[in-house]
């Protein structure tokens, strides 16, 4: 018993991180390529079967090569803050209902918001320790841009728990076995795609990372494994976010080899935007989440609650 209570879960999440990581690498080698096409040109299709081993080089090249600490950096939250970031974006993928049930637990949409709120403090210390102004620049546009996001992200949720009337991503399964809710709330289907670029920090709200004003933002200073870390990080959390998405507007069949599609389609249209959209103004990007979508997700919930209790009280 104990073993089923205690080493199980870990050995389960031990695989889950390496499946993550395993996956973050492959969405790598999908986003070179599909961006070489995009671009008219070759992606990575030298190193062995049509570039498969190419991520994986790559990651032994970037963990082998010379590690750079700014000799006026605070060392110890320069070291700490892109591990705390991986790590915080490992730990969120428990919320995910699983075939075998490694952490079951009803709040796991209050678990992905806290997860993701915390993210926050991981690119300001980055930016901060680092003693570099275009890192400290890089670190408070992310931060805004940031938080400004999740309010709308938060808005969207809170629409859906009122409608499924739970906190548990089981329900997403359960209620969408008819209808998709991407059928309902197509609009809210939208406004949550552009609010998942933006909190990921992907074009074009890539503002934390504007490489032509801010020489690679908040991570300019990071090198080597420090840099492999942020990196993973955030193809991670797009891994996430693509997987919720699913879960959320297209049916939520974890246990289907139709969910695992769907996941790829959505992951392709996060390197899609990359490959196509200019990047935003950055007064336009505070504009479209407190101006647009702080207003337009708020409405659709009083809409919601209005129904509920128009239903509510016609039923009675």
């Known amino acids: 018993m104990f073993f089923l209570e205690?080493?199980?879960?870990?050995?389960?999440s031990f695989l889950l991180m390496i499946c993550v990581m395993i996956g973050v690498?492959?969405?790598?080698?999908?986003?070179?390529?599909?961006?070489?096409?995009?671009?008219?040109?070759?992606?990575?299709?030298?190193?062995?079967?049509?570039?498969?081993?190419?991520p994986f080089c790559d990651m032994i090249k970037l963990f082998t090569s010379e590690q750079i600490y700014p000799k006026m950096s605070n060392y110890l939250s320069y070291y700490i803050s892109p591990i705390f970031s991986l790590a915080?974006?490992?730990?969120?993928?428990?919320c995910i209902p699983y075939l075998v049930v490694l952490y079951s637990f009803n709040l796991g949409i209050l678990f992905f918001l806290c997860c993701s709120s915390l993210g926050v403090y991981t690119l300001m210390i980055a930016g901060w320790s680092s003693n570099s102004n275009y890192a400290l620049l890089g670190a408070l546009r992310a931060v805004a841009q940031t938080i400004s996001y999740e309010v709308s992200l938060a808005l969207i949720l809170m629409f859906m728990i009122f409608l499924i009337g739970g906190f548990n991503l089981q329900d997403f399964m359960v209620y969408q076995n008819y209808i998709w809710f991407l059928i309902l709330g197509f609009p809210l289907m939208l406004a949550w795609f552009a609010s998942s670029l933006a909190e990921t920090n992907r074009t074009p709200f890539d503002f934390a990372e504007g490489e032509s004003e801010l020489v690679s933002?908040?991570?300019?200073?990071?090198?080597?494994?420090?840099?492999?870390?942020?990196?993973?990080?955030?193809?991670?959390?797009?891994?996430?976010?693509?997987?919720?998405?699913?879960t959320i507007f297209l049916g939520g069949d974890i246990y289907s080899l139709m969910f695992f599609l769907k996941l790829g389609f959505i992951s392709f249209l996060f390197i899609w935007a990359r490959g196509t959209l200019p990047r935003f103004r950055y007064d336009k990007l505070m504009g479209l989440a407190w101006k647009s979508f702080l207003p337009f997700s708020l409405n659709y919930l009083l809409m919601l609650l209005g129904l509920k209790i128009f239903i509510f009280?016609?039923?009675i």
């Open 88 to 94: 915080l974006s490992l730990l969120i993928w428990v």
């Open 313 to 315: 009280s016609y039923l």
């Open 217 to 246: 933002g908040f991570n300019v200073e990071y090198s080597s494994g420090g840099f492999s870390l942020i990196f993973l990080a955030e193809y991670s959390m797009i891994l996430f976010m693509s997987m919720l998405f699913c």
């Open 6 to 12: 205690f080493y199980l879960p870990l050995i389960g």
């Open 25 to 54: 690498a492959f969405l790598t080698l999908l986003e070179r390529s599909v961006l070489g096409y995009i671009q008219i040109r070759k992606g990575p299709n030298k190193v062995g079967l049509v570039g498969i081993p190419q």
